[in-house]
């Protein structure tokens, strides 16, 4: 009996933890960036380029990747929205080098939400990693529609996630946009370093051009030759962010790469890598022998964005405008 007892409080504690510290969103507490706030997204790596936040016409709603990354059996599964420390991280890693990229062209909002352990896509796939991911969804699926709302007003808005947060991007665009209402002010959804199958969405389909609006990019980054052990083919979608075609398998050069953003976030350098999308990855190279020895990693989830910084906000900027002339 007191074996049974200790082992229900155990359960009890155990579901407690997981669903603790639900956040609030009507609190601005609970928005690691906000146009009302003074926050990461605001930062640019160069003085040439400005923030437009203030003046914007669109929305971009940005669901940051996974920073929250400790032992699988010993800590809670999902990240706690109140812990400062680990929000003080997402601020000065994702929310600085990828929702910056917004900036130019859109008001950024980006939730926090008890973001799923890193080591829940690693673990056996049982249902405790299955209501992880729910949860970490839940809120996000939660902050999306008090987003649109309470703040958007109506306006055409733009979907960006990677890693994490494409897992939940491409889910909440297939429930609550693909096909809906919403879909006639979706401008362009980036859904980056996650692998995202081109039938996944009913009517949203990737985009083929620069030119397209109402579509999706994907892309994960590689160095030239390398393959995963996991998912890729010609059902995942490789967006080449140099001239945003897909599926194409032709290298395009380095002089069309407008910007790179590397760790130190301290200047946009041009050129440095060219690039090919390839059975559903993003191949890159570089010239630059100071890159190549850098860049001792092959797979360069990291930086999906940062490598072609530059392109996705000018990309962004010229998709709004089209969108505005339909």
């Not at 082992?7 to 906000?34: E, G, M, N, V």
């Not at 080098?97 to 008890?114: D, E, M």
């Not at 993003?282 to 001792?296: F, G, M």
Request: charged content about 25%.
């Amino acid at each position: 009996m007191k074996f049974k007892f200790i082992t229900l409080l155990l359960l009890i504690s155990s579901t407690l933890q997981l669903f603790a510290s639900a956040p609030d969103y009507s609190d601005l507490k609970y928005w690691i960036a906000h146009p009302e706030k003074e926050d990461m997204a605001d930062v640019l790596p160069d003085q040439s380029l400005n923030d437009y936040q203030s003046d914007a016409e669109i929305d971009v709603f940005f669901i940051y990747p996974t920073i929250y990354d400790v032992e699988w059996e010993k800590f809670p599964k999902n990240a706690d929205v109140n812990d400062e420390e680990l929000n003080n991280r997402i601020a000065k890693s994702t929310i600085k080098n990828q929702a910056s990229i917004f900036n130019g062209v859109g008001k950024v909002y980006s939730p926090l939400y008890r973001q799923a352990n890193y080591q829940a896509y690693f673990v056996e796939q049982d249902s405790t990693v299955k209501e992880t991911f729910d949860l970490a969804y839940e809120d996000v699926k939660e902050s999306f529609q008090y987003f649109i709302k309470h703040w958007n007003k109506g306006r055409p808005f733009i979907i960006a996630a990677h890693s994490q947060g494409t897992t939940h991007g491409k889910r909440l665009i297939k429930e609550l946009v693909d096909g809906k209402g919403l879909s006639n002010r979706l401008v362009v959804a980036y859904l980056v370093g996650m692998p995202v199958e081109r039938d996944y969405f009913k009517k949203l389909k990737p985009c083929q051009n620069e030119n397209q609006t109402s579509c999706f990019c994907s892309w994960r980054t590689y160095i030239k030759d390398y393959y995963p052990e996991y998912i890729y083919g010609d059902q995942i979608v490789a967006t080449n962010p140099l001239d945003w075609t897909e599926g194409t398998d032709n290298w395009v050069d380095a002089e069309e790469n407008k910007g790179s953003v590397l760790r130190k976030f301290s200047k946009v350098r041009k050129g440095l890598f060219a690039a090919q999308s390839h059975k559903g990855l993003l191949w890159v190279k570089s010239s630059k022998q100071w890159v190549k020895i850098a860049l001792r990693k092959k797979d360069l989830h990291i930086a999906d964005f940062n490598l072609f910084w530059m392109n996705v906000r000018l990309n962004a900027k010229h998709r709004v405008g089209l969108f505005w002339k339909m």
